[in-house]
């Protein structure tokens, strides 16, 4: 498996704090969904606006990361976590070798990183992770009060791994 981890910021934005704001709410809001099984929910339509350069960015820099690759959509979600709230399974996003799975920490407690088969990483805010989809992982667990604020794209390829990850 090939992850990359890359420090993206958020000059994206003027405002993170109010877009955390927003996410958490939303989250509350979207606590029905968690009596079902779904753990994860879609940005808001009211808020996607306020995304929007960060999936730009996101897809800029998987592109400059593979220059080969050929993106034809996205799906994006957002996973809120906290004590209250975790859901630790592992899973992957795609069966097939292609597509592209990318974690940006919103907002990151000391705990509550990313797992995968062979290691775990503890991510900082700010930063974005780049993995195949077909990777399986999971979210850690925290142990904080404080939220835990992921947002999740996977980019959706035309081409397969063996024609834009290996040079």
């Given at each position: 498996m090939i992850l990359k981890s890359?420090?993206?910021?958020?000059g994206w934005t003027d405002d993170p704090e109010l877009l955390c704001k927003k996410l958490i709410l939303q989250h509350k809001w979207s606590s029905k969904l968690y009596n079902t099984g779904e753990w994860v929910f879609p940005?808001?339509?009211?808020?996607?606006h306020l995304f929007r350069p960060l999936f730009k960015l996101i897809q800029?820099?998987?592109?400059?990361?593979?220059?080969?690759?050929?993106?034809?959509?996205?799906?994006?979600?957002?996973?809120?976590?906290n004590a209250q709230r975790n859901q630790?399974?592992?899973?992957?996003?795609?069966?097939?070798?292609?597509?592209?799975?990318?974690?940006?920490?919103?907002?990151?407690?000391?705990?509550?990183g990313i797992s995968f088969v062979e290691y775990e990483h503890n991510?900082?805010?700010?930063?974005?992770?780049?993995?195949?989809?077909?990777?399986?992982?999971?979210?850690?667990?925290?142990?904080?009060?404080?939220y835990r604020?992921?947002?999740?794209?996977n980019l959706i390829t035309s081409n397969k791994y063996l024609d834009f990850m290996h040079r």
């Amino acid at each position: 498996m090939i992850l990359k981890s890359v420090d993206i910021g958020f000059g994206w934005t003027d405002d993170p704090e109010l877009l955390c704001k927003k996410l958490i709410l939303q989250h509350k809001w979207s606590s029905k969904l968690y009596n079902t099984g779904e753990w994860v929910f879609p940005i808001s339509p009211s808020n996607e606006h306020l995304f929007r350069p960060l999936f730009k960015l996101i897809q800029e820099t998987v592109e400059d990361l593979y220059p080969k690759i050929e993106i034809v959509d996205r799906t994006a979600w957002v996973y809120v976590s906290n004590a209250q709230r975790n859901q630790m399974t592992y899973h992957n996003h795609s069966d097939v070798e292609r597509d592209i799975s990318t974690v940006f920490y919103m907002k990151k407690p000391a705990d509550g990183g990313i797992s995968f088969v062979e290691y775990e990483h503890n991510p900082s805010e700010g930063e974005l992770i780049i993995f195949p989809a077909n990777a399986t992982h999971m979210p850690l667990a925290t142990t904080s009060e404080e939220y835990r604020i992921a947002i999740n794209v996977n980019l959706i390829t035309s081409n397969k791994y063996l024609d834009f990850m290996h040079r």
